[in-house]
């Protein structure tokens, strides 16, 4: 549970892959989510890019995230590793409201806000 469980943290139904690349600069290693897309998910990166600019936009903290140049994967850093390289624990909205993945996308906003601020503490805050 220690060694794998903690660290393969990034839920969803859409298909991802979980880099670690390392800069060229620093020598540090980065952690980076990537998502493509077929046709059970059209325009997949898209759709995640811009849902991200939205959410930057409203002045939320976001994590870096990019759209590649032939806009077919949206990559973004993941906000579930520490500088430290410790993993944070978080929860899918599905656990949270208590759906099979495949009734993901059954809810509605005003719920999603309720459960928010059911379990969600407003004084920790972390910075992305």
């Known amino acids: 549970m ?11 139904v859409q298909p991802k892959l979980l880099l670690t690349a390392q800069n060229k600069t620093t020598m540090a290693f ?8 077929e046709s059970s998910y059209p325009q997949l990166a898209l759709n995640e890019y ?3 600019r939205a959410v930057k936009n409203a002045n939320l903290p976001t994590p870096e995230f990019y759209l590649s140049d032939d806009l077919s994967m949206f990559i973004m850093k993941r ?3 520490q500088d430290n ?3 944070l624990g978080f929860e899918d909205m ?13 809810g509605s906003y005003e719920e999603v806000v309720r459960v928010i601020k059911d379990v969600v503490n407003p004084t920790k805050k972390k910075n992305l």
């Not at 980065?30 to 897309?37: A, N, Q």
């Not at 599905?94 to 059954?106: F, G, H, P, S």
Request: overall charge neutral.
């Open 2 to 12: 220690q060694k794998f469980a903690i660290r393969s943290g990034v839920s969803g």
């Open 30 to 37: 980065e952690h980076y989510i990537v998502k493509s897309w």
């Open 50 to 52: 811009f849902c991200m």
């Open 79 to 81: 906000f579930d590793v």
């Open 85 to 87: 390289g410790e993993y």
């Open 94 to 106: 599905c656990v949270l409201t208590a759906r099979a993945t495949d009734e993901k996308y059954n």
